[in-house]
């Protein structure tokens, strides 16, 4: 009972990822394949032309922004496939699934402009070559920095940190290039007309935000990180957290800490803290906390006093002026980040965090079960990648699905560029259906079989486990279907942990293996925003 008790308390830690464990902690409704539209979908202009009063005409594009990070050591669902409203719900201008292409980019600051770039093509045209070619540069780093993590993995801290610190001399230079060239990409790809704000009439005031909701602010604020030019890479990932905390509390006067996470660099990471802290390591850390906050909100305020200008010019001359003024405060944040990092990182409590907990289960039950979570996830994005593979065959249609333990849900209708451009397609969308059908129908077969599985499984354990009550014996399937989920994303959970919490690592490398571990972690990709029309 001690070793359930303490899986237990993962469990809370991780009650968000319930859904995830939908298949394993029950028995679902598996369903065949179905067609969501169960009438024919309003076509609709995918772009709407909207006036601006300097009677220019802009068209409204959707804007891609990536998913939220979630903070260090916990677990959330993963649907594979569309992320909007209900499926067959509206048109082409209802909302704009994200293509799986730009998943490899999710963490670059170039991931909006190249994922509206690949959208535009329906996922079918091929990713830019220097953008290519970044990829193979940054993987590389990536690949010898991870190499010298695991050697060094077992050493003292203290060689650890100097080894790590060698490390990052060697690829100081490199880096620099890979992020100036990250920088390239963001500036050629993207425009000031691409963000959620570009076509909004009026400007944000700092003394006039009424009509403006939080998300909306929010929204404001993360334009201004990825496609105002001429800000530093560490600047736009401050302008990130900021965002987020912007959402969470609204004007940055009223910004308080959050109890139940520590919002930590590089930005915008987070960790979960453990419940109990020494005073000391607590007075360290809420001195860090407002530190950071008062840098925040002086930047909120540069951040809407610079909007008030005409030109991007002035306002971008004065952010970085902020910045500079800053200079002190940016460098004594790092000092104490660093000197943080040390402390936490030799609590017990914040290195389970990166290392799966122990399964409630029987080695060999534990084992039965670990393969029934790989295998329904391996499930889930071969379906999705059989489907993606028709739109992109299909480029003229446009095709929106979900894969869930409910089945594959997917609507399919003529891809329109224009209002009134709609022409006779109803033969390649009926065959296209029949397609995907026939994809759900072996999905759904594979699931019935993973499920018996699963069910003998549930007997097996509940013999192993006698004389525990059924629902006890629930309980112990649940809290070890968790540690099993942990252990599937076990990688990208390290890499979190090596981002945040391993002394010894350049600021640059842990931008790297930040993005590395949000491309790993596998997230939703959000639905392209639609753009803001006015006030």
């Not at 999705?384 to 593979?389: D, G, L, R, S, T």
């Amino acid at each position: 009972m001690m070793q359930v008790c303490s899986i237990r308390s993962v469990s809370w830690a991780w009650r968000g990822s319930l859904l995830l464990a939908g298949l394993l902690l029950g028995s679902p409704s598996f369903l065949p394949a179905q067609d969501s539209s169960t009438s024919p979908l309003p076509l609709s202009s995918g772009f709407d032309g909207l006036p601006m009063t300097s009677g220019r005409s802009f068209e409204r594009v959707p804007v891609y922004l990536p998913p939220e990070l979630p903070p260090l050591g916990t677990l959330v669902p993963r649907r594979f496939g569309s992320e909007g409203p209900t499926l067959g719900s509206g048109g082409r201008g209802a909302y704009y699934p994200a293509e799986a292409e730009a998943a490899e980019f999710v963490g670059e600051f170039f991931y909006p402009p190249l994922a509206l770039r690949v959208s535009e093509a329906g996922g079918y045209r091929d990713v830019p070559d220097a953008v290519e070619r970044y990829r193979v540069q940054r993987d590389t780093l990536v690949r010898e920095l991870r190499a010298e993590l695991e050697q060094v993995r077992a050493l003292p801290a203290e060689e650890r940190e100097r080894r790590l610190r060698a490390c990052a001399r060697v690829q100081a230079e490199r880096l620099v290039r890979l992020e100036d060239e990250a920088e390239h990409q963001r500036a050629r790809l993207s425009n000031s007309e691409q963000a959620w704000g570009a076509t909004r009439m009026g400007r944000v005031r700092l003394d006039d935000t009424d009509g403006y909701s939080n998300r909306d602010l929010s929204l404001l604020v993360r334009d201004v990180a990825y496609f105002v030019d001429g800000l530093e890479v560490w600047q736009r990932h401050l302008l990130l957290e900021l965002a987020r905390d912007v959402e969470l509390y609204g004007a940055p006067t009223t910004l308080t800490a959050n109890p139940t996470w520590l919002s930590f660099n590089p930005e915008p990471a987070r960790l979960l803290l453990p419940p109990e802290l020494s005073l000391e390591l607590a007075g360290k850390i809420a001195a860090y906390e407002s530190l950071k906050a008062d840098l925040k909100r002086g930047l909120y305020e540069a951040l809407l006093d610079s909007d008030r200008s005409i030109f991007a010019t002035l306002r971008v001359r004065k952010l970085r002026a902020y910045f500079e003024g800053q200079a002190d405060a940016v460098r004594e944040l790092d000092t104490r980040a660093e000197a943080l990092r040390r402390e936490l990182n030799g609590l017990p409590e914040m290195r389970r965090l990166a290392i799966p907990a122990t399964s409630p289960l029987s080695p060999i039950l534990a084992e039965r079960l670990q393969a029934i979570v790989s295998e329904t996830r391996q499930l889930r994005q071969s379906t999705a990648a059989e489907v993606n593979a028709i739109r992109r065959r299909e480029p003229s249609l446009f095709v929106a699905f979900r894969v869930s333990s409910a089945g594959l849900e997917f609507s399919v209708w003529p891809r329109n560029g224009r209002r009134g451009e709609t022409g006779n397609r109803t033969g390649p969308v009926e065959s296209v259906k029949k397609e995907l059908a026939d994809i759900g129908r072996a999905y759904s077969r594979r699931l019935l079989e993973i499920n018996e599985r699963f069910q003998a499984l549930r007997k097996d354990a509940a013999a192993t486990l006698a004389p525990m009550e059924p629902e006890e014996v629930g309980l112990v399937l649940k809290n070890a279907s968790l540690v099993a989920l942990q252990r599937d994303r076990a990688e990208a959970q390290q890499l979190y942990f090596d981002a945040t919490l391993e002394p010894g690592l350049s600021p640059a490398q842990r931008r790297l293996l930040l993005s590395e571990a949000t491309v790993a972690l596998d997230l939703d990709l959000p639905s392209g925003l639609r753009q803001a029309t006015r006030k």
